[in-house]
């Protein structure tokens, strides 16, 4: 029971932080158009109580705030994945799967009211200036940075802006006397590829976290150098891939797919059908190929699942995905809002339609994985395949005349259950309040040091006992008291996970997950296949 609830837990944290697929993520599938009209007519009921409430109300209000909330109430009572986006929510959505910003190119992390550089991206301004991880920034154009509030608005501020402004950072390199670096902002690149290696001699892997625009062109960078180094077998990862452009999910089936094979087909009431084919330019069209999904795969990932399923061009690996097979199309207004309307469902090749059920409401539909896990879905092949979700579903086929089901997402052809230990409220609680890498900068940046390579950190280096207990003492000051039970079940995946923040810290994401695949049950299963 325990363990369940803390699956419960997990699923309910990523749902609140932005895994709620579609409500924060649309597919921008079709040319997004901008509202020139205006709602007229008798039935302008809406309209009309928004100028009475304005106009007419007893207090002051926030006429854009209540706009928002009575236009995203209309538009769910259609579906979950029809929504109003408010200007910074629209903007954050297009600047990530558009790729990249106008800024320096950096991540952060806030100690003791300091700012510590703990990612720097490849190519960047601040990659070019010689800024380094565990750097520190004391000000910004001559005024106290360290030591003062500061807040992720003051932050962006001071690093964001125009392309070719400055900006004058005092940084203290391992504690040494503040040197100044000035910074010309320019454009950070973004990629949506979270990894890309050499798992083994002929294993390559790639980890993709979202479909934006630029992702079918960073996997064939990533495609063609694995092949260099010898890959001729694909580990393909879409675990927590809430998905992204439905051109883009094309795009990289295409890579896959000889030509002429359907890859998906969308329609709609007012939408046409439009098919989607395969090209003759994949440069992975016969490479054995594994795909990875989880309950948080959706959309643009289930697209490329099910046509690889359906084509029996892959084996499919893990637990069913989340379901979403609507399709948004964005409608900006003139002040920075937008609305995303689903104005189509897609089709896989086989013909089925994997959108859950949304007939009892958001609340419910948001809900559902939870609901999932209440079951036991995530921890045995059975439950999943008994879930009501597939109840009454239509039964189709693959290329090769195996079965596969309609609604509820993609049911891999190889489960693993979910590993528990990963879940418990401890973790939640550790990764929350950022100590993994807090530990990393306070207490291993000498023993990083020791190590030229990522290679000879990953197979020389481990958390040792006395560094686990050290690492909790550190932890426990900020999360409070750990649950004993809780710490014995995971104490090999935090010393895991400790380990692998180590890694991203000087090595980046490569080396991170380099680390958690080695003790990733799913990852090992895949390998295998």
């Known amino acids: 029971m325990k363990r369940t609830a803390g699956i419960i837990f997990r699923t309910l944290l990523l749902i609140l932080i932005g895994i709620t697929i579609g409500l924060l993520i ?46 995203n109430d209309m538009l769910q009572n259609l579906d979950p994945h029809s929504v109003y986006l408010p200007a910074q929510q629209a903007r954050n959505i297009n600047e990530r799967l558009e790729g990249g910003f106008n800024g320096i190119g950096l991540e952060y992390q806030i100690l003791r009211d300091t700012l510590y550089i703990t990612q720097i991206y490849p190519n960047g301004p601040a990659a070019k200036a010689g800024l380094e991880t565990g750097d520190r920034v004391i000000t910004v154009d001559g005024q106290p940075f360290s030591g003062t509030k500061l807040t992720i608005p003051r932050i962006s501020k001071s690093f964001r ?11 203290s390199k391992n504690y040494s ?6 910074i010309k902002r320019g454009r950070v ?50 675990r927590g891939n809430g998905g992204g452009y439905l051109n883009t999910a094309t795009a990289m089936a295409d890579e896959f797919l000889p030509k002429g094979k359907l890859i998906v087909y969308t329609l709609g009431v007012h939408e046409p059908r439009t098919d989607y084919f395969a ?6 069209e016969k490479g054995k190929l594994t795909v990875i999904i989880d309950e948080f795969s959706a959309s643009a990932s289930e697209i490329l699942a099910g046509a690889l399923q359906d084509l029996d061009r892959a084996t499919i690996v893990g637990r069913r995905s989340f379901g979403k097979g609507l399709v948004q199309q964005q409608f900006p207004f003139g002040d920075g809002t937008a609305v995303n309307l689903t104005v189509a469902r897609y089709y896989t090749p086989s013909g089925r339609s994997i959108q859950k059920s949304y007939k009892n409401g958001v609340a419910s539909y948001r809900n559902e994985l939870a609901e999932r896990v209440r079951r036991g879905e995530l921890l045995t092949e059975r439950s999943a395949l008994g879930d009501s979700a597939f109840v009454g579903s239509s039964i189709f086929h693959t290329a090769n005349g195996r079965k596969v089901f309609s609604f509820g997402g993609i049911m891999p052809d190889v489960f693993v259950p979910a590993d528990t230990t990963l879940n418990t409220r401890v973790i939640g609680n550790l990764n929350e309040r ?29 958390i040792s006992d006395n560094t686990f207990g050290d ?25 895991a996970l400790l380990k692998a923040n180590a ?10 997950y380099h680390v958690l695949n080695e003790s990733d049950n799913t990852f090992k299963t895949a390998i295998k296949q």
Request: charged content about 25%; proline content about 2%.
């Open 26 to 71: 649309s597919d921008d599938n079709f040319t997004s158009h901008p509202l020139g009209f205006n709602i007229s007519g008798k039935s302008d009921k809406l309209s009309k109580v928004l100028y009475l409430v304005t106009n007419k109300y007893v207090d002051s209000i926030n006429t854009d705030s209540i706009e928002g909330v009575t236009v």
């Open 161 to 171: 802006g125009e392309k070719d402004t400055r900006v004058v950072l005092g940084i």
């Open 177 to 182: 006397a503040v040197k100044n670096y000035t």
């Open 189 to 238: 690149d973004l990629s949506s590829l979270d990894a890309a290696y050499m798992a083994t001699a002929n294993i390559g892997y790639v980890k993709i976290s979202k479909f934006a625009s630029k992702t079918d062109a960073d996997f064939k960078a990533a495609l063609k150098g694995l092949k260099i180094d010898g890959m001729d077998k694909l580990v393909l990862d879409l």
């Open 279 to 284: 090209t003759d330019s994949g440069l992975y």
């Open 434 to 462: 950022q100590q993994f890498t807090a530990y990393v900068i306070d207490k291993l940046q000498p023993q990083l040091k020791k190590f030229k390579t990522a290679y000879e950190f990953i197979t020389l280096y481990n």
């Open 471 to 495: 690492f909790i003492t550190y932890a426990s000051r900020k999360t409070g008291p750990m649950d004993m039970q809780d710490l014995h079940t995971s104490r090999n995946t935090i010393k």
């Open 503 to 512: 890694a991203r810290f000087r090595w980046g994401n490569n080396a991170y």
